[in-house]
C-alpha cells in the first residue's frame, strides 16, 4: 500500500532508471540509490524483489499498462523508477516516468548487445526527456590494463563512452561504474554500499571505489 506521507529529503527528486537491455545493472542502481538516499521506488516490472527491501509505504508497484500517479509531482515526492519492458505507446507506466523524471539514467555495459540496446534506449527515451545520464556498468580490467582509480581509463569505459557520443551524441554525460561483489550484497543484506560499508571494516576497504562511483553520479544529479 503507498501513501504519499513520505519523504524528507530537502531536495526532490524522480529519477527513472531505464535499459530495454536486461542485465545491464537497473535493478541495483535503483536499489542503492533508494536505500542510500531514502527515496521511494516506482516499478512496472511485474515480478520484482522490492517486497522485502522497501516499506510498503515507500514502494508503488503498477502494471505496463497503468500511469504513475501525478500526485507524485503534486505531493513532492522523492522516488526511483525502475522500469522494465518496451517503451510503447501502450506501456503507459513508461511514458508517465520517463515524463516525470528529472533524469533518466540508462546503463549500458561493454557488450554488443547491451551498446545497441543501450544506444536504441536512449533514442526513444529522447521523446520523452532529455536530461539523460549514461552508467557505464560492470567495468573491468581486462588483460594487460594498467591503472589505479580511474575508472574512465578502462576498454570498458571507453568502449561505452565512444559509442555512445559517436552514435548519440557528446552532450550525454557518461560515468563509470566497475563489476563489485557489493552488488549482490545489497539484496542479500537490505544495505545499500555505503551502508554496508559502515557496518563492516572489511567492506569499507573493498567497497570504496564503487561507493565513490555513487557519490560522482549523486554529484552530477543533485542528490
Known amino acids: 500500500m503507498f501513501t504519499y506521507l513520505q519523504v524528507y529529503q530537502y531536495t526532490i527528486m524522480k529519477i527513472a532508471v531505464y535499459s530495454s537491455k536486461g542485465s545491464a545493472g537497473k535493478t541495483p542502481i535503483s536499489?542503492?540509490?533508494?536505500?542510500?538516499?531514502?527515496?521511494?521506488?516506482?516499478?512496472?516490472?511485474?515480478?520484482?524483489?522490492?517486497?522485502?527491501?522497501?516499506?510498503?509505504?515507500?514502494?508503488?508497484?503498477?502494471?505496463?499498462?497503468?500511469?504513475?500517479?501525478?500526485?507524485?509531482?503534486?505531493?513532492?515526492?522523492?522516488?526511483?523508477?525502475?522500469?522494465a519492458g518496451s517503451i510503447s505507446k501502450f506501456a503507459i507506466s513508461m511514458s508517465s516516468a520517463l515524463k516525470m523524471a528529472d533524469y533518466v539514467i540508462v546503463p549500458i555495459y561493454n557488450e554488443?548487445?547491451?551498446?545497441?540496446?543501450?544506444?536504441?534506449?536512449?533514442n526513444q527515451i529522447k521523446e520523452f526527456n532529455q536530461n539523460i545520464i549514461v552508467v557505464a556498468t560492470k567495468l573491468q580490467k581486462q588483460k594487460g590494463e594498467i591503472f589505479k582509480d580511474d575508472w574512465t581509463q578502462s576498454e570498458d569505459f571507453k568502449n561505452v563512452q565512444n559509442a555512445v557520443h559517436t552514435k548519440v551524441g557528446e552532450g550525454i554525460p557518461v560515468l563509470p561504474l566497475k563489476f563489485s561483489k557489493a552488488f549482490d550484497n545489497i539484496f542479500e543484506e537490505?544495505?545499500?554500499?555505503?551502508?554496508?560499508?559502515?557496518?563492516?571494516?572489511?567492506?569499507?576497504?573493498?567497497?570504496?571505489?564503487?561507493?565513490?562511483?555513487?557519490?560522482?553520479?549523486?554529484?552530477?544529479?543533485?542528490?
Not at 554500499?193 to 555513487?214: G, P
Request: charged share 20%.
Open 112 to 122: 554488443y548487445k547491451s551498446l545497441v540496446a543501450g544506444l536504441n534506449t536512449i
Open 31 to 83: 536499489t542503492n540509490i533508494a536505500l542510500d538516499k531514502g527515496f521511494c521506488i516506482g516499478t512496472n516490472e511485474a515480478f520484482h524483489i522490492y517486497d522485502n527491501l522497501i516499506d510498503d509505504n515507500k514502494l508503488i508497484a503498477l502494471q505496463t499498462e497503468e500511469a504513475f500517479p501525478q500526485e507524485l509531482v503534486e505531493h513532492d515526492i522523492d522516488i526511483v523508477f525502475d522500469l
Open 190 to 223: 537490505q544495505k545499500s554500499i555505503k551502508q554496508l560499508m559502515e557496518s563492516n571494516a572489511l567492506a569499507s576497504y573493498s567497497y570504496r571505489e564503487v561507493a565513490k562511483q555513487f557519490d560522482a553520479l549523486y554529484n552530477l544529479i543533485g542528490i
